[in-house]
């Protein structure tokens, strides 16, 4: 049995490019996918700078999208629960599904934005320190798939 191949660690950086990717780290909280994007398009060049800046991005991406499916689920509950259950008397309550399937996804997103704050900062002050930090399953698919070409030492 063979085991799976290590992908290489990230470059040693100098202290710019570390006080780069806490901005990046920093910024993507307030800034979702966008501040790290730039700083990739600026500092291309930088090993450091690129797997960092093309590692962060991708969970405000995949967060959104996945909020987004939470929602598209949510209102389609709501909005069957409204033609399967017609209001027939005034004071009659709406239906569970239409309340609590909001409220769960509301739940689910809100979880999510505190997973990203957490994330943000605990990979900012490692990159800040200059670790070698991967975002769990994302730092390895950037390693293996979109930096492959790159010089790591």
Known sequence: MTAAPVPPAPPVPTQDERTMELLVNVLAILSSFLAPLIFYLVKKDSPFVSFYSLQ???WPAAYATIFLVGMIIAFIFMFSTMVTHPPNAPDQAPPLAFFGVFGLVWLWGMGGWVLNLVLG?????????GEGARFPLIGNFVLRK???EQPIS
Do not use: F
């Open 121 to 129: 900062i605990v990979y900012a002050i490692k990159a800040n320190h």
């Open 146 to 148: 979109i930096l492959p």
């Open 56 to 58: 962060v991005p991708i």
